[in-house]
């Protein structure tokens, strides 16, 4: 099965602090990648991180990390120094070499940022 | 560089009509695919062109199709619309690697 997992619908974080937004993904393709996308209210999908399943190291992009924990098969991403415009949807996504190039996404989480 | 382009951004038709949705991907970029996002069924993906072919397709019924052009422009139609087809239709395009990029998306009501 090929499944995608967040199981926080919504998230609340101060202004400045770190958040960690949980996804947990399920595939038997040895060969995949697991993405991290934030969706505005205008509807774009914009691209944060990316890992590989064979990338020893964690990704780091700025501000956002990807907690990477391939035996429990979680990519947990990390928004440390919070800021207002970061209130979105967060999507976690996969792809696998076995089925094709296309995603397969999780529901998402919202997350709002409080000043 | 120009990042990826759908239109119409917004578009209202009724029960039984057809549409034709269009997006222009980045420029050198080959690959486009299409997903539907609606509240209840999340973002499903829809069918990916490369080259003009199709090289892959998700599970949706046959009045959904596509195309893509020689300049990489890709077209989706779906014909007699039923309201379940309101939804935000996002297009991506991929240059080879796995990072794709996501356009605005196009906001289809079908009343």
């Known amino acids: 099965a090929q499944k995608i997992t967040q199981t926080q619908p919504g998230m609340f974080v101060q202004e400045k602090e770190a958040v960690t937004l949980d996804c947990t993904y399920d595939?038997?393709?040895?060969?995949?990648?697991l993405f991290w996308y934030k969706q505005p209210s205008s509807g774009e999908m914009i691209f944060l991180i990316y890992q590989g399943s064979y990338d020893q190291q964690n990704a780091t992009e700025g501000r956002y990390s990807l907690n990477f924990q391939k035996a429990r098969k979680s990519a947990n991403l990390v928004i440390s120094a919070s800021q207002l415009g970061d209130s979105a949807m967060y999507f976690c996504a996969m792809i696998q070499r076995n089925y094709g190039q296309n995603f397969v996404f999780g529901p998402g989480t919202r997350l709002s940022v409080l000043p | 560089k120009a990042g990826v382009t759908q239109t119409p951004r917004y578009l209202i038709k009724t029960r039984g009509q057809q549409v034709t949705l269009s997006c222009s991907p980045i420029s050198g970029h080959r690959s486009v695919s299409w997903y539907q996002q609606t509240p209840g069924q999340g973002l499903q993906f829809l069918f990916e062109y490369f080259s003009e072919t199709q090289r892959n397709k998700g599970n949706f019924p046959g009045r959904f199709s596509g195309r893509q052009f020689s300049n990489s422009r890709s077209e989706m139609n779906v014909s007699t619309l039923e309201l379940g087809d309101s939804a935000l239709y996002l297009c991506a395009s991929r240059a080879g690697g796995p990072e794709a990029f996501f356009g605005q998306g196009t906001r289809l009501t079908v009343v």
């Open positions: 595939t038997s393709d040895p060969s995949y990648g």
